[in-house]
């Protein structure tokens, strides 16, 4: 591992030194696989797990070696790590630098043999990719090991653990053929979600309402060749439920009692069916009742110690009429684990390394937290205004790149925050434009009585125009615009006359009225939202911001004791104590 120094003499002559830049140490070392080049579905979220790691290694003694190739982390700044190697995150790449690093491969007889531990669970399923070419090749990975990694992720076996546990989830099966897929759709009754095995980000995933949707799904997403090794998964979708999930640490296959402990239970906004990396999520959960929330709590324990997790473990679970379904378990680091931190004032993923380094729960003081007195929003962040004139519902399969939060003591102002945080304000006074489907319709009263109740001129179309008049709420009828008539919602877009857009899709496509609506929203810069419970939640937020003086209170103000001066530095009177 060499830099190249290029020398330029006084007579123009040019040499060239190559100087080994690489430092061996006899400290044993760990080596954090971080997430590489950020993509849709994964993103920086799991960078803070990679940092988090570094950081537990100083603290444990070990010397910490990064191998990351994205310059826009944190993970790969100078500070961050005692190596740093900007490689690409390949098989062979990797196991040359461990091979480097031990001063020679296994069939050097007095090597050092200085990594003692590769952590592949904290940057997302890149490096999860390589874990067993590396247990191949005789790296010691630390932390929950392959066979509950591979347990998780086989349907077959993951079935039969949670009927083991007597835990529901939605009925489902594996489709190896066409002919699978709608044998299995037509017994568990549409509509469907279906999605190939072994993805990240819920890539080509989607929701089938009907068989015809089905197959084009399987004949136009899905490679036929390849359903043998990686089938497809088709699962009952389960309309009107409330999406949840649920981080955890837990320390088993370590001596003494061994325990699980619950870092938080974030509770999303959007039904289920809209990809988790996508959705807004509460802490603390906001419509859940207490023994509802401890059966949650409960059920994520006993997979931790089934899968025998020694570090972090994520579960998407949904409820419905009172019910609680499994809907996915992840023994490794969720894009979750940077939010539940800020949101309770503990860094779990720093606290799961040190697990996976061999640090017992109890050694480290760690319990669950109480609720911390103050709501947390995770908002998340779209690149729609990098593609214009692409559609941009939301769905199944994720298009975030990225998450912001806000936090106060109103839920109704942290949601704000948080709409603020992605430079999309709400607006409070102006004009809004309101279409829904169908499904729709009764629940958006509300939302429009809401909005006109503050002032705000409501234009619709004749379906939801007619039916906000039949409950006593006036609003302004606009033609659609496949009736011809001028000026359309285009042009009134074009003319900076809306201020908010609410559209909850009933066909997708760039070529279809609606998707030009929301890709002229997206390309005027004119806040949108696609789903009802986004609506149902932005009115609250400009009920909020309309009803007097806010302020920004520091992440330090709620947990003082982030607030520690570093060394040699005086600490404020108010933190002295902590």
């Not at 044993?28 to 579905?41: A, D, F, M, S, W």
């Not at 090597?111 to 070419?133: D, E, K, Y």
């Not at 419970?533 to 007097?548: D, E, H, K, P, W």
């Amino acid at each position: 591992y060499e830099s190249v120094i290029t020398q330029v003499a006084e007579d123009g002559s040019t040499s060239t030194h190559r100087d080994d830049e690489i430092r061996i140490t006899d400290r044993p070392k760990i080596v954090i696989l971080g997430g590489g080049p950020n993509r849709v579905g994964q993103g920086i979220e799991f960078d803070y797990c990679c940092c988090q790691a570094s950081f537990a290694c100083e603290e444990m003694g070990f010397e910490s070696v990064m191998i990351n190739s994205n310059p826009e982390t944190v993970s790969t700044d100078f500070d961050t790590s005692d190596l740093l190697f900007f490689e690409p995150l390949t098989l062979e790449d990797v196991l040359d630098i461990v091979e480097r690093l031990n001063g020679g491969g296994a069939e050097v007889p007095n090597r050092s043999g200085g990594v003692v531990g590769c952590i592949v669970q904290f940057g997302g399923q890149t490096p999860l990719n390589l874990a067993h070419g590396l247990v191949e090749a005789g790296v010691p990975l630390i932390g929950t090991g392959l066979d509950a990694i591979d347990l998780a992720e086989d349907r077959d076996r993951f079935k039969a653990m949670l009927d083991e546990l007597e835990l529901r989830q939605p009925e489902n099966g594996i489709a190896y053929s066409l002919d699978d897929a709608v044998e299995i759709a037509d017994r568990i009754g549409y509509p469907v979600l279906v999605r190939p095995s072994y993805v990240l980000g819920g890539r080509g995933m989607e929701t089938c309402f009907d068989e015809d949707s089905l197959r084009r799904y399987m004949s136009e997403a899905v490679d036929a060749s390849e359903l043998s090794d990686a089938p497809v998964l088709i699962d009952r979708f389960l309309s009107e439920a409330i999406e949840i999930d649920v981080d955890v640490v837990a320390d088993y296959g370590l001596e003494g009692d061994s325990r699980a402990v619950v870092c938080g239970v974030m509770e999303h906004i959007e039904e289920a069916g809209i990809h988790s990396g996508d959705s807004t999520c509460i802490v603390p959960p906001y419509s859940l009742s207490r023994p509802t929330i401890e059966r949650i709590r409960d059920q994520a324990r006993r997979l931790a110690e089934r899968l025998s997790v020694r570090g972090l473990m994520n579960v998407q679970m949904a409820v419905k009429d009172d019910e609680i379904y499994i809907i996915e378990v992840n023994p490794r680091a969720s894009r979750t684990a940077p939010f539940i931190s800020k949101a309770t004032g503990v860094s779990w993923a720093r606290v799961a390394a040190k697990v996976m380094m061999g640090a017992p729960l109890g050694s480290l003081d760690v319990s669950e937290v109480p609720a911390p007195g103050f709501c947390s929003v995770k908002r998340s962040v779209f690149p729609f205004s990098k593609f214009p004139g692409v559609d941009v519902v939301l769905g199944p399969e994720m298009r975030s790149t990225g998450e912001v939060m806000g936090a106060d003591r109103s839920l109704a102002m942290a949601l704000a925050k948080a709409q603020m945080s992605c430079n999309h304000d709400l607006p409070v006074e102006g004009s809004v434009f309101l279409s829904v489907r169908d499904s729709d319709k009764q629940a958006v009263v509300e939302v429009a009585r809401g909005l006109v109740s503050m002032g705000f001129t409501v234009f619709t179309t004749g379906g939801t125009h007619a039916l906000l008049a039949d409950h006593s709420v006036e609003t302004s009828l606009m033609a659609k615009i496949s009736e011809g008539a001028r000026p359309n919602i285009l042009d009134k877009i074009a003319n900076g006359e809306i201020d908010l857009l609410v559209n909850t899709p009933t066909r997708k496509g760039a070529d279809t009225d609606e998707g030009r609506i929301r890709a002229a929203a997206v390309r005027h810069g004119i806040t949108l939202i696609t789903t009802l419970a986004g609506a149902r939640a932005a009115v609250q937020g400009i009920s909020a911001l309309r009803s007097g003086s806010w302020g920004v209170t520091a992440l330090q103000d709620y947990f003082p004791h982030h607030a520690d001066p570093a060394p040699g530095l005086t600490a404020p009177p108010q933190m002295a104590t902590h």
